[in-house]
């Protein structure tokens, strides 16, 4: 399972960052990147809460 962030939709609210630090940082530009590729397991719950949190859903799970 991989997470992708939508670099035109997402608006640097920071939610994702701020319910998943280890998952997403917003960067310098005010655009969110994922800090892995690939989801592990044991972050599945996390990153669907993170992907739950963006107010334009701009963040979905694929699967690999
Ligand atoms: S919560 Fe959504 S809009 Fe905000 S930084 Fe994350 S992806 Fe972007």
Not at 43 to 59: E, F, G, M, T, W
Request: hydrophobic share 45%; net charge negative.
């Amino acid at each position: 399972m991989r997470v992708v962030a939508d670099r035109e939709r997402c608006e640097g609210h920071g939610m994702c960052e701020a319910v998943a630090p280890t998952l997403f940082r917003v960067a310098d530009d005010g655009i969110t990147e994922p800090l892995v590729d690939t989801v592990a397991d044991a972050d599945r719950q996390l990153i669907a809460l993170a992907v739950d949190s963006c107010p334009v859903q701009a963040l979905r799970l694929q699967s690999s």
